[in-house]
């Protein structure tokens, strides 16, 4: 299987065909210290606006560091070019968050995809 290498990390799980983004946890790489690199794609159905600054999405117990962590919303309204809004994210004390002040445009439904080493294998 095709592997990348950047700034000393190296990434697998790449093929021709392009990159298999999946809800269930998988193994795309080797972390600095050798740790395994898993990912996983979460959706959210159904977010609010909020006048709170950031909205707990889920609670995780085996992760020891996120290492990224990017996604978007999808808009029902419409208001938003494309239909999607792109959200700020955060990993505090296990729980991802995403910051749900700026958001004016209704509800929808976010999807993230973290990458993350484990607390144990």
């Not at 600095?32 to 909020?50: A, W």
């Not at 445009?105 to 999807?111: E, Q, V």
Request: hydrophobic share 30%.
């Amino acid at each position: 299987m095709p592997k990348l290498i950047q700034n000393g990390i190296t990434y697998t799980g790449f093929s021709a065909s392009g990159h298999n983004y999946s809800t269930s946890e998988q193994p795309v790489g080797t972390w600095t210290d050798g740790s395994v690199i898993y990912e996983k794609t979460c959706t959210y159905p159904n977010i609010t606006q909020t006048p709170s600054n950031w909205v707990d999405l889920e609670t995780f117990s085996n992760i020891s560091q996120m290492i990224s962590i990017e996604g978007f919303m999808d808009i029902s309204n419409g208001q938003r070019n494309g239909n999607q809004y792109y959200v700020r994210f955060v990993f505090q004390n296990n729980i991802l968050k995403f910051y749900g002040k700026e958001l004016s445009a209704g509800l929808g439904n976010i999807t993230v995809t973290i990458r993350y080493t484990k607390t144990s294998s």
